[in-house]
């Protein structure tokens, strides 16, 4: 295992994880995966920690993708095995941290990077950052949920083009398409970030997690609208409902 993969820091209240494997342009391994895992684990179980924010280290790359090295051997079996322990670990254990994940794209956002970035709750990509799903270019597709993330961001037509082409689309283009939340000059990313971060963190963290859960619950069918009601009524009662009710009803600003 490589010395260290990651950089972490908790400051007011957000939770920062930085990769850093720089001189393979971040790529993800499987030793990155785990350490990414576990910082993120540490974040859901601090109490200290309100919001994350998640992006790699240079101003080249965020993430430019699995690291082909590791699997460009492999057959059906070792590749649904690799898949089926990534999505578990990282991508699905993201999407479902019930504390918000913001992706700070500093540079390439490539396959695994992408589907990385897409797993987090919100992007704000550097005005230099590229996006794209090469998959198809490698005679793969994505494995880390692309194919499924992708659509419900930017629309089915917009993914298949992504997809199907393996283009990459530049930060203004992912900003028009819904792909990402904001683009920034690279040099205020992270100031942006931390503003997105305050802005949810003023906000009462039970009512964060259950609208996480309740939007995961959005696929257009009734299902999604009786998890969101059972959602809405768990919130009432909570020490973050009184406090919010209260705070408006004595005109003052809630504390959470
Ligand atoms: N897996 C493993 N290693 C990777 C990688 C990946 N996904 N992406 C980049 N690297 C490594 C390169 O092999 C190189 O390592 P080396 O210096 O030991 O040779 C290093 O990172 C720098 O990358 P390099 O290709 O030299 O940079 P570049 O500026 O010429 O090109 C990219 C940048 C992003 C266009 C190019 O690296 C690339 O296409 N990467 C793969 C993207 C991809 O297909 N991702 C999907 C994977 S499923």
Redesign the pocket.
């Known amino acids: 295992m490589e010395a260290k993969l990651t950089w972490v820091e908790v400051l007011d209240n957000v939770g920062w994880l930085k990769i850093n494997r720089e001189?393979?342009?971040n790529?993800?391994?499987r030793d990155l995966i785990d350490e990414i895992h576990d910082h993120l684990a540490d974040f859901q179980s601090d109490p200290n920690v309100r919001v994350i924010i998640l992006t790699g280290s240079g101003d080249?790359?965020f993430v430019?993708?699995?690291?082909?090295?590791?699997f460009s051997r492999f057959g059906p079996q070792e590749a649904a095995a690799l898949v089926q322990y990534g999505n578990q670990v990282l991508f699905d254990f993201i999407a479902q941290l019930t504390k918000p994940v913001i992706a700070a794209l500093n540079g390439?956002a490539?396959?695994?990077?992408l589907e990385l970035a897409m797993a987090c709750h919100i992007r704000i990509a550097a005005e230099h950052a590229k996006m794209?799903?090469?998959?198809v270019?490698?005679g793969?597709i994505?494995g880390y949920g692309g194919t499924q993330r992708l659509p419900s961001l930017i629309g089915k037509g917009n993914a298949m083009e992504m997809i199907l082409t393996g283009d990459m689309i530049d930060a203004k283009k992912a900003l028009e398409i819904g792909l990402v939340n904001q683009v920034v000059p690279a040099k205020h990313l992270m100031e942006a970030a931390l503003t997105m971060a305050e802005r949810m963190m003023k906000n009462a963290p039970h009512s964060l997690k259950n609208a996480i859960k309740a939007l995961h619950a959005a696929d257009g069918s009734p299902k999604g609208f009786i998890e969101e009601a059972l959602l809405f009524s768990d919130c009432f009662g909570t020490a973050d409902f009184e406090e919010g009710m209260g705070a408006f009803l004595e005109k003052r600003k809630p504390k959470f």
């Open positions: 001189g393979k342009l790529a993800l391994n080249k790359a430019a993708g699995a690291d082909i090295t590791e390439f490539l396959g695994g990077g794209g799903l090469p998959e270019s490698l793969i994505p």
